[in-house]
Structure formats: structure tokens, C-alpha cells
Nanobody, 126 residues
Framework: QLVESGGGSVEPGGHLRLSCVASGAAFSRVCMAWFRQGPGEEREVVASVYPTTSRARLVDAAKGRFAVSVDHARNRLFFEMNSLKAEDAGTYYC??????????????????????WGQGTQVTVS
């Protein structure tokens, strides 16, 4: 089970830190990702991380502004969002894919690749 928190409403240029807690299993041989879904849009990956190695990948629009990190001791995933723009607004979901390789995890991903989802947390930028 995944539970996100940390969403909210900020002005452009603001900062948010999203958190995702995974209960029931440790971060082992699993790919974790953050997806964004805007109103009327498809859900798209923004960042992925392979907790075993802590290697991560960000989409181009997120590079230089966002960062993803893992707290193994607490089975928690963080998503640091800086210099937020209006186009970053939407519902952010934490997702997990068990048994995925690091190579795949750090490549192009779609929602179909993930079997475990959090409930989402809303980010508003205005």
C-alpha cells in the first residue's frame, strides 16, 4: 500500500515536498515512480527511482527543478519540487512496480507498467 502526502497550493516559483510511504514491503527489487495527471489529461511519469541503487530518472521538464530520493529506513519516497510552474499542477501519484529491472525502471514508463498506486495528492500552482 502506498500513501502520498505533501500536496498543496503554491504560487509560481514555489516549493513543495511530496512524500510516499510504502507499507507492507521493503524497497527491494521494485521500481518506484511519481506520475502527474492534469485535468482531462493522461497520467504521465515525471520521475522514477530504483531504490536498490537509488538511481533515478527525471523527465526533461523536471530536470533542474525536481528531485526524487529514497529513505530506506522508513520505506519512504520523497519528491522535491522547486520553481513550480502552472503547468506542474495536477494530481501526483506514487506508484510501485515489483520485479522490474533497473534498466527498465530508468527508461520510458507508462502507467500500465505499475501495479500498485497511491490515492494521489493534489498540487495547485497559481
Amino acid at each position: 500500500q502506498l500513501v502520498e502526502s505533501g500536496g498543496g497550493s503554491v504560487e509560481p516559483g514555489g516549493h513543495l515536498r511530496l512524500s510516499c510511504v510504502a507499507s507492507g514491503a521493503a524497497f527491494s527489487r521494485v521500481c518506484m515512480a511519481w506520475f502527474r495527471q492534469g485535468p482531462g489529461e493522461e497520467r504521465e511519469v515525471v520521475a522514477s527511482v530504483y531504490p536498490t541503487t537509488s538511481r533515478a530518472r527525471l523527465v526533461d521538464a523536471a530536470k533542474g527543478r525536481f528531485a526524487v530520493s529514497v529513505d530506506h529506513a522508513r520505506n519512504r519516497l520523497f519528491f522535491e519540487m522547486n520553481s513550480l510552474k502552472a503547468e506542474d499542477a495536477g494530481t501526483y501519484y506514487c506508484a510501485a512496480a515489483r520485479g522490474m529491472s533497473e534498466f527498465t525502471c530508468l527508461g520510458r514508463l507508462s502507467p500500465r507498467d505499475f501495479g500498485v498506486w497511491g490515492q494521489g495528492t493534489q498540487v495547485t500552482v497559481s
